[in-house]
């Protein structure tokens, strides 16, 4: 078996490892803030410890690539984040105004 073999490489922001929606960059975000294979087995008890050396091997051997990878998909989230705050759905808008009115009925019960 090929160490590619463990996950599904959906496009190249996009690594997964195969079987399971989990992203490699979650086992390595865990790694980088100093979790032991064993602990992250804690925080993502669908995946099994072959699977999370798997990750951290394809990491150790990729580690440029990854960590641009990893840069990538960081700024991507900030963007995502960043246009949800500018543009919040209906849903979050509805949420914000209920907030507001429930604050108010606080403020005016005192």
């Given at each position: ?25 979650n086992v390595i ?60 759905s209906p849903l ?19």
């Amino acid at each position: 078996m090929q160490l590619e073999d463990y996950f599904e490489f959906i496009d190249p922001d996009d690594i997964r490892i195969k079987g399971h929606r989990i992203g490699i960059d979650n086992v390595i975000q865990y790694y980088l803030q100093g979790y032991s294979p064993e602990q992250i087995i804690e925080e993502l008890p669908s995946l099994n410890l072959e699977k999370i050396y798997a990750t951290l091997t394809y990491y150790l051997h990729n580690r440029v690539e990854i960590d641009a990878y990893m840069l990538r998909l960081a700024k991507w989230r900030e963007q995502r984040y960043q246009e949800s705050l500018a543009n919040p759905s209906p849903l979050m808008q509805r949420l914000r105004a209920l907030k507001v009115q429930r604050e108010q009925e606080l403020l005016n019960s005192w």
